[in-house]
């Protein structure tokens, strides 16, 4: 199984970025996008259900928007209005629909926001 992830960058307060996986090798039913701060832990940042459900971390609801192409085993996160504290490494994930409680990372894309 692989995650490809792409999309990450330097943009200013307030821009936009836009985040995409590529996942390949299985079928998955949960996907979706953490994020991990210098000094913090990990952290959910939205997922989304084969069946098209999100859910968001309040910290980025109505800013945020979790896509996904089931036919393309892809999923995306755009990011607008972005903020300083919106500053991490994110990882894609991918929950296995094969075996109960398999999850699959990507390596990390680094997204800063600063002036």
């Known amino acids: 199984v692989q995650l490809q992830a792409s999309g990450g960058g330097l943009v200013q307060p307030g821009g936009s970025l836009r985040l995409s996986c590529a996942a390949s090798?299985?079928?998955?039913?949960?996907m979706g996008w953490y994020r991990q701060a210098p000094g913090k832990q990990r952290e959910l940042v939205a997922t989304v259900t084969s069946g098209g459900t999100t859910n968001y971390a309040d910290s980025v609801k109505g800013r945020f928007t979790i896509s996904r192409d089931n036919a393309k085993n892809t999923v995306t996160l755009q990011m607008n209005s972005l903020k300083p504290e919106d500053t991490a490494v994110y990882y894609c994930?991918?929950?296995?629909?094969?075996?109960?409680?398999?999850?699959?990372w990507g390596k990390g894309t680094q997204v800063t926001v600063s002036s």
């Open positions: 994930n991918a929950v296995s629909a094969l075996i109960s409680g398999l999850n699959y």
């Open positions: 090798g299985s079928i998955f039913r949960n």
